[in-house]
C-alpha cells in the first residue's frame, strides 16, 4: 500500500484523516483511509495528534492493540472485496454484510485474513487463499 516503512505507512493515516477533517480533496486511497478512521472513534485521538504519536508501540502482551493494523487489515479486506481476490470473497462479503453491517461483517472477516497472515508467517509461505475461503464461509 505504502511501502514497509512503518512511519511513512503511519503518516498516510495521519495525512489522510487531516485532510479529511479539513475538508480538502482526497485521493482514492485517502478516501478510504479516512472512511476506516472515522469508523473508529477510538483512534481520532491517536491520529488528532499527528507526529507526536508516530513511533508509539503497543504492547500487545499488555492488552493493547495496534490501531494501524486494525484499520489495514479493514483497507486490506476493502481492497480484496473490490477486486475479488481471492475469487468469492466479494461474495462472501455481500452474505456477511446481509447479516450484520459492513462493519461487523469486516471484523469476522479480519479475524480469518490474521490467521491466514499468521500461519503464512509462520510457515514461510504465501497466504493460502483456499484455507482463508474456508475460514470466511465458516462464518
Same mark, same amino acid.
Given at each position: 500500500?505504502?511501502?514497509?516503512?512503518?512511519n511513512e505507512?503511519?503518516?498516510?493515516?495521519?495525512?489522510?484523516?487531516?485532510? +479529511?477533517?479539513?475538508? =480538502?480533496?482526497? $485521493?482514492?486511497?485517502?478516501?478510504? &483511509? *479516512?472512511?476506516?478512521? @472515522?469508523?473508529?472513534?477510538?483512534?481520532?485521538?491517536?491520529?488528532?495528534?499527528?507526529?507526536?504519536?508516530?513511533?508509539?508501540?503497543?504492547?500487545?502482551?499488555?492488552?493493547?492493540?495496534?490501531?494501524?493494523?486494525?484499520?489495514?487489515?479493514?483497507? +486490506?479486506?476493502?481492497? =480484496?472485496?473490490? $477486486?475479488?481476490?481471492?475469487?468469492? &470473497? *466479494?461474495?462472501?462479503? @455481500?452474505?456477511?454484510?446481509?447479516?450484520?453491517?459492513?462493519?461487523?461483517?469486516?471484523?469476522?472477516?479480519?479475524?480469518?485474513?490474521?490467521?491466514?497472515?499468521?500461519?503464512?508467517?509462520?510457515?514461510?509461505?504465501?497466504?493460502?487463499?483456499?484455507?482463508?475461503?474456508?475460514c470466511l464461509?465458516?462464518?
Open positions: 500500500m505504502f511501502g514497509n516503512d512503518r505507512i503511519r503518516r498516510a493515516y495521519y495525512d489522510a484523516w487531516q485532510k +479529511a477533517q479539513q475538508d =480538502q480533496d482526497l $485521493t482514492p486511497l485517502e478516501l478510504m &483511509i *479516512a472512511e476506516v478512521v @472515522q469508523l473508529h472513534p477510538e483512534y481520532h485521538k491517536l491520529l488528532n495528534a499527528g507526529e507526536a504519536t508516530i513511533d508509539a508501540d503497543f504492547a500487545v502482551d499488555q492488552g493493547e492493540s495496534n490501531p494501524f493494523l486494525h484499520m489495514g487489515m479493514h483497507i +486490506a479486506i476493502r481492497e =480484496q472485496v473490490s $477486486t475479488d481476490r481471492p475469487p468469492g &470473497i *466479494a461474495m462472501l462479503h @455481500q452474505q456477511l454484510s446481509q447479516r450484520a453491517d459492513h462493519h461487523q461483517a469486516e471484523h469476522k472477516m479480519m479475524e480469518c485474513l490474521g490467521e491466514a497472515m499468521w500461519s503464512a508467517q509462520r510457515s514461510g509461505t504465501p497466504p493460502d487463499e483456499s484455507l482463508y475461503l474456508v464461509r465458516k462464518i
